[in-house]
């Protein structure tokens, strides 16, 4: 007899062991290329593969509704991650989003959110590494250089400007908390001492677009100053001129891409262009010729359709009255058919034609000529049916038919008749 097991009372049975949460290891920075990259470790489960989760692109700030969800992810993450030690540091917000500079109203949204959970920022200048395109002192002592004429009103307003010495980064911090304090002086003198940084960046944007002057790329520049007056917050270890050198250089960039074309192109769109059109000069160097779409689609890692679509959409817009040829005595529109209206030649036959069918229409009753008149459209230009025109006169559509008939019958044997025949030739 096989022995029965003796089942084990409930209280010998092992208790089992509650799964221990492990603490969350921090992100240990790792120095690659002047930036602090980190990298994150994930233990592969044994036997099954580890899935990943989808990363943002970086380079690029999402854009739209799916755009801004992946930015509050990445800012809830850059937040859970600081909460524990209390701060974080300006790699890791460069880290999450690496070109914020991009769009320095969600930087400032990102300070504010930092500052609600009680999580300080801690500069370690990697942050004002991202203004490296900021003008250096040599560059803004050269800022009435111009390697083109300027217009005069240019070089009054250069040498103006020019009489306001450059400030120091304790003067600047002065200026800023009385700017804070609503100071309308210290904003003047704030906006005054960096109008030849305005200068030194809207030089580099001349003659990219025949629609703005260097004076329009001066003003524009001057809102973004504005702006970054308006923003800054000396308490962030930012150096002033930094800081509005990003507002400074989207003012006029984004002037380009919405002022540079007759119809206007997104700005996303522009930046695309503009690699396409890099892409493009890289081929054309490589190839010895002009590359195919395959071949810029392949390059730039976008399908074929897309390189299509910004090749229709960053041609120029050329005027119809633009002057063609060595004499300029012709213009473009002078070359271009235009298959939708008449010609005027046409316009007279037409009217000829018209005045001739009159004539010949007066010598029918009126119940003939009316039926004519709805059956080829000769009022209203919709031809109607036999059974629409017999509702009309309340008989049946074959007796329509016989009517319409006789008309032409009488048309054919009218003594103008000939006339038309001409017309139909012409036609």
Do not use: C
């Amino acid at each position: 007899m096989k022995k029965s097991k003796k089942k084990k009372p409930k209280s010998q049975k092992r208790k089992a062991k509650k799964p221990v949460k492990k603490k969350k290891k921090l992100k240990k920075p790792l120095k690659r290329q002047g930036q602090l990259k980190f990298k994150k470790a994930k233990k592969a489960k044994k036997g099954k593969p580890t899935k990943s989760k989808k990363e943002v692109k970086l380079g690029r700030l999402p854009k739209g509704a799916k755009g801004r969800q992946l930015n509050e992810e990445s800012l809830k993450e850059l937040v859970e991650s600081g909460r524990p030690r209390g701060f974080v540091t300006d790699n890791e917000i460069l880290y999450y989003f690496p070109k914020i500079e991009e769009d320095l109203t969600f930087l400032e949204e990102i300070y504010e959110r930092l500052e609600k959970a009680g999580i300080k920022v801690i500069e370690t200048s990697a942050l004002l590494d991202v203004g490296k395109d900021e003008p250096k002192a040599a560059e803004l002592k050269k800022f009435s250089e111009f390697e083109t004429d300027v217009p005069d009103a240019v070089q009054m307003y250069l040498k103006e400007i020019g009489k306001t010495p450059l400030l120091t980064k304790d003067e600047e911090k002065d200026l800023a908390k009385r700017n804070e304090k609503g100071d309308e002086e210290a904003r003047q003198k704030l906006m005054k001492a960096n109008l030849r940084l305005v200068v030194s960046i809207a030089k580099r944007y001349v003659n990219r677009t025949p629609h703005l002057s260097i004076l329009d790329l001066i003003q524009e520049g001057n809102l973004g100053l504005s702006r970054a007056v308006e923003k800054f917050d000396y308490r962030r270890g930012f150096k002033f001129s930094t800081y509005a050198t990003w507002w400074i250089r989207q003012a006029i960039t984004r002037a380009l891409a919405d002022q540079s074309r007759t119809i206007r192109i997104p700005v996303h769109m522009v930046e695309t262009i503009s690699k396409y059109t890099q892409v493009r000069r890289q081929l054309i160097q490589e190839l010895g010729r002009d590359p195919l779409a395959e071949e810029i689609a392949a390059e730039m890692g976008i399908d074929i359709e897309k390189i299509r679509h910004i090749q229709k959409i960053s041609q120029e817009v050329l005027s119809i009255e633009s002057p063609v040829g060595e004499e300029e005595d012709s213009t473009l529109s002078d070359f271009i058919p235009d298959d939708k209206n008449a010609s005027p030649s046409q316009l007279v036959t037409q009217s000829l034609l018209r005045d001739l069918i009159k004539e010949i229409l007066v010598d029918l009753s009126e119940r003939e000529q009316k039926i004519l008149k709805m059956r080829f459209g000769l009022e209203d230009g919709v031809s109607h049916t036999l059974e629409e025109v017999g509702k009309v006169f309340g008989v049946t559509r074959e007796r329509i038919r016989q009517i319409e008939s006789k008309a032409l019958e009488k048309i054919r044997e009218h003594h103008k008749s000939d006339q038309l025949k001409n017309f139909d030739e012409l036609g």
